[in-house]
């Protein structure tokens, strides 16, 4: 049977993994919608490719150009958060949603109200709004399949197992590329030694947020959202070679460990042909040739996004929104040049420290709008933070 695809954040690098795997059996699947940001020629030359019904960029300005480039081809070309939701409504049987940051929230949501599956590589969307999104699953019968490796690793450990007697989820971290630098170096890092990762092949902000490791933090609440455990049952440990990517601890002893090469299409094929497994063209690990696997205890003080992350899962409500957005905008201020490398965690700490006790924060009904707002708030926040250290 022919099943209807949809690709959000289609131009990424979790975008382009799934539209790899679709492609080699291209006859499989009807391609309902492709989406992007800014880079509309590989939107274009996708959506031709592989006959999308539609294309969507986010960004208005780029509708002319996305336009041109499908002119006579029979591909409708859209722009817009309102395009967006519209392509998340057509009918689909399954949808990636690979956006990146807090702007992968609505069209997911807008999946989930239709019923359709959505395999969830956008991790922010269940730290900005994970008991929303969660209980809009429910309620419309649609499953949340997990992409991020470490949870698509927990998924797959939890198979045929009772929730209840889980003791413990450890998810793996490879520590990023400032792992092993002196701790008083790493106010000097640069972007560009930033945003390169000693194993996996990511999108630009992922790769910098390994290695200040608000990734990790991302994926600790991602965790507790995805899988409702409580934050002391979520251990995280440094494992430098990225080959075991979560373990879930029962409660006889036991540790089932998935392990598997850092290749994205294996997280992601396990959700695209879920519930069974598919053959995938992802590298066969050669157990004796690695010889070992290291682990290591995180250290908060070259990793403070760890603690702020307990923090934030300690104070629940719309902490999670403040957390992302002050993370997002903070970034931006590194990739931008207005902060140090490692004054992302301080900005971020400020924000919080700031809004903490309000009880708005942990709270308000976790709805669209509330997450807008904060969000919104948090953002501005983080920018006069961000300007104080200028
Ligand atoms: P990329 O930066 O490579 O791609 C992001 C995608 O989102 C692109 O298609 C981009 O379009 C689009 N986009 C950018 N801004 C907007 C916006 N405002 N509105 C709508 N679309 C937008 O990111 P990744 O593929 O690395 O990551 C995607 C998500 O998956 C993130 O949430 C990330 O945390 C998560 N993830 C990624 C992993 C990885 O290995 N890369 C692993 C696990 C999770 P364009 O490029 O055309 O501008």
Do not use: C
Not at 167 to 185: N, V
Not at 345 to 372: F, K, M, W
Request: cysteine-free; charged content about 20%.
């Amino acid at each position: 049977m022919v099943r209807r695809v949809s690709i959000f954040g289609a131009t990424g690098s979790i975008g382009q993994n799934t539209i790899d795997l679709i492609a080699r059996d291209a006859e499989a699947y009807e391609i309902i919608a492709l989406t992007g940001g800014a880079n509309v020629d590989q939107l274009a030359a996708d959506a031709l490719r592989l006959r999308a019904q539609v294309a969507v960029t986010a960004f208005e300005d780029r509708l002319d150009d996305l336009r041109a480039l499908l002119s006579g081809s029979g591909v409708e070309a859209a722009a817009g958060e309102a395009a967006l939701l519209e392509a998340a409504e057509r009918p689909a049987d399954w949808i990636m949603s690979a956006i990146v940051g807090a702007a992968g929230l609505a069209p997911g949501l807008a999946a989930l109200r239709h019923g359709t599956t959505l395999a969830l590589a956008n991790k922010e969307s269940l730290v900005t709004a994970g008991p929303l999104l969660m209980a809009t699953a429910r309620d419309h019968g649609a499953q949340v399949l997990p992409v991020d490796s470490e949870h698509s690793a927990v998924f797959q450990a939890l198979v045929g197992e009772d929730i209840a007697a889980v003791e413990r989820i450890i998810i793996t971290a490879s520590g990023g590329a400032f792992r092993d630098w002196p701790l008083e170096a790493l106010e000097h890092a640069t972007l560009a030694e930033a945003s390169s990762h000693p194993n996996w092949d990511m999108g630009q902000r992922i790769t910098i947020d390994s290695a200040s490791m608000f990734n990790k933090s991302l994926e600790l609440i991602e965790t507790k959202e995805y899988f409702v455990v409580t934050p002391d049952q979520i251990e995280v440990v440094v494992h430098p070679e990225s080959l075991i990517h979560a373990m879930v601890g029962f409660t006889d002893g036991a540790i089932m460990a998935h392990v598997g090469p850092p290749d994205m299409r294996h997280a992601i094929g396990y959700a695209l042909h879920w519930p069974v497994r598919r053959a995938l063209p992802v590298h066969r690990l050669d157990l004796a040739q690695i010889g070992t696997f290291s682990f290591r205890a995180p250290d908060e003080d070259r990793w403070p996004a760890l603690r702020l992350a307990r923090a934030v899962m300690a104070e629940g409500g719309l902490a999670g929104a403040a957390f992302n957005a002050a993370k997002e905008r903070s970034l931006d201020g590194f990739i931008a040049g207005e902060i140090k490398f490692t004054e992302m965690a301080a900005v971020v700490e400020d924000v919080l420290t700031q809004l903490s006790g309000d009880p708005g924060l942990s709270s308000a009904e976790i709805t669209l709008d509330t997450v807008r707002q904060m969000d919104h708030l948090a953002r501005q926040r983080a920018a006069e933070a961000i300007a104080a250290r200028q």
